[in-house]
């Protein structure tokens, strides 16, 4: 018989597993959690943005003079709580936040999926929510990325004027550093992203930057992969340029692994890493990713991310992945 891979683990299991993605507004995080959704399938995950548990709608925030990223002004323990009965298999009401209008929309019944991705500004605020999560992630753009990112969404999709986009972010700064950013020291994994070091037309003409991945060590492998690269292959048909660093650091008091990457890599870069991937979700997203000459930064690291999602519900599990290219190796 053959063996059963991660996927098919996941949908036959009864445990939620929750991924919290953390960060400000327009840091990226949906794109992330994006390919999340893409490589697990539609069929298995579900996302409660936390903008849904604002506890005032936009008139009543301006008249109290406050910004959704002040705690007080979100309902933290409903949602603590409704993640609590998701994760025991209880279905719940979830409030729904409409940012066309800045007001709420009637209840919605949600029920548990088998991965429940939570997204928003306080997901790691607390240490009850810290509690709930399998694995936690914080998304960290710099400055002038982040203000690229909140006009160009704000302005597209949410309807606001440039100056009204500037005037909230200033307003918005000093509750971000207040408390959102402390909340990256509590994070499994932060994602830093830069403009490209080939220069910031790069950046603006073809959405290229540069991608900084650091990671508390791993407490056990129970995946082999390769991040190899055919440097031949690479010298011979590569007309891009693309750099790749790593390095020990510390970030928040903490020491994390650091992989940096910039520009546009050759696929040979991540085919075993995505074979690997594929292999285990029967990911459509992977088989994508197979079939193009280059991937992003961006793109890399949602894959790394996705091995690193899918060892750990297999530690918290107690499975190894059933495959012989895989080991219960305990890692420092």
Known sequence: MRPSNFREQLASSDRVFTIGVAGDSGSGKTTFTRAIRAIFGPDLVATITLDDYHRYDREERMKLGITPLVPEANNLDLLAEHVRLLKNGKSVMK????????????????????????????????????????????????????????????????????????????????????????????????????????????????????????????????????????????????????????????LDDREMSAITLDGALNHSAIRKLARIIGHQTSAEGVEVYQHRSYLTAGEVVELILAWRIINRWFVLTGGDGNDPSMTGREKG
Do not use: N
């Open 95 to 250: 409030p729904v936040y409409d940012h066309t209008t800045g007001t709420f929309a009637d209840p919605v019944p949600f029920s548990p999926p088998r991965v429940l991705i939570l997204e928003g500004l306080h997901t790691l605020f607390t240490p009850h929510l810290r509690a709930l999560l399998d694995f936690s992630l914080f998304v960290d753009p710099d400055p002038e990325v982040k203000r690229l990112w909140k006009l160009r969404r704000d302005m597209e999709r949410r309807g606001y004027q440039k100056e009204e986009v500037l005037v909230e972010m200033e307003t918005r700064l000093p509750d971000y550093e207040r408390y959102i950013a402390p909340q990256r020291r509590y994070a499994d994994a932060v994602i830093g992203i830069a403009c490209s070091g080939y220069g910031r037309e790069v950046t603006l003409e073809k959405d290229i930057y540069q991608v900084t991945l650091y990671q508390r060590p791993l407490v056990r492998q129970t995946m082999e992969i390769g991040f190899s690269i055919d440097l031949g292959e690479i010298l011979v048909l590569s007309d891009r340029p693309f750099t790749l660093r790593y390095e020990v650091t510390t």
